[in-house]
């Protein structure tokens, strides 16, 4: 796993990985304020939920970056090398996935999450 961290790009990588754990402190932070009915709004406290989901978007968009980053500078070494065999070039193309494949997970872990949490959050609401 860390081997996929390190080839993916320490940079992006890294960013995608913060902005997972502050996803996961904003769904902690919140299911504890919801479990324990310690909101003055719940409305108010549902409205913030949404942050979770603007921070998965910022994750899926943030993976594609570090794609298009990628093949631009792997596209400038094949332009400088001219002559290159396919299987280079498709194990470069595989490479690339790797921050986008992880920004798109963050982003289907930071929706269930939100999905999960505005549930219990609407059922406070209704008094169950």
């Known amino acids: 796993m860390f081997e ?23 769904a902690v932070y919140h299911l504890v304020i ?16 949404k942050y979770i989901k ?3 978007l910022f994750a899926f968009v943030t993976g594609f970056m570090g794609q298009l980053m990628g093949l631009y500078n792997a596209f400038g ?18 490479v690339s996935m790797i921050t ?12 269930l999450l939100w999905i999960i949490l505005d549930y219990v959050a609407s059922n406070k609401k209704n008094g169950s």
Request: hydrophobic share 55%.
């Open 4 to 26: 996929l961290f390190y080839i993916g790009g320490p940079l992006f990588m890294g960013i995608l990985t913060i902005v997972f754990f502050i996803i996961l402190a904003i």
């Open 77 to 94: 070494a094949v332009e400088r090398a001219m002559d290159i065999s396919p299987a280079i070039l498709a194990g470069g193309l595989k």
């Open 54 to 56: 603007s921070l998965g």
């Open 100 to 111: 986008p494949i992880y920004g798109a997970l963050i982003f289907v872990i930071s929706y």
């Open 34 to 49: 919801i479990l324990k009915n310690d909101f003055k709004d719940i409305n108010e406290s549902r409205k913030k939920l």
